[in-house]
């Protein structure tokens, strides 16, 4: 199974930044997907996933948004409101048995790599 994540970049605070995850090798519409992010010097902490609900973190609720499309096997987070303490490494992850919400890291099966998002204040 890969991820193939894309679309992180620099952004000014209040900006919007769009990520994508392509999945391959996997029956996608299986798997519950997320997304996590890691910022300098901190835990990798958990954002947002999806199964047949959606789930997010307190601090990106009302502005982070994640969707899914099973016939393209993709995975969408639109990051509106951006602000600095945004700024981190996100990655994708997909799970095939996981139903908690917030998704375990320990619960993650594939990961992908690392896409990197700063945003200016």
């Known amino acids: 199974v890969q991820l193939q994540a894309s679309g992180g970049g620099l952004v000014q605070a209040g900006g919007s930044l769009r990520f994508s995850c392509a999945s391959s090798g996997c029956t996608f519409s299986s798997y519950a997907m997320g997304w996590f992010r890691q910022a300098p010097g901190k835990e990798r902490e958990f954002v947002a996933s999806?199964?047949?609900?959606?789930y997010y973190t307190d601090s990106v609720k009302g502005r982070f948004s994640i969707s899914r499309d099973n016939a393209k096997n993709m995975v969408y987070l639109q990051m509106n409101s951006l602000k600095p303490e945004d700024t981190a490494v996100y990655y994708c992850?997909?799970?095939?048995?996981?139903?908690?919400?917030?998704?375990?890291?320990?619960?993650?099966?594939?990961w992908g790599k690392g896409t990197q998002v700063t945003v200016s204040s």
């Open positions: 992850a997909a799970s095939r048995f996981s139903t908690s919400a917030p998704m375990p890291e320990n619960e993650v099966d594939y």
């Open positions: 999806i199964r047949w609900n959606t």
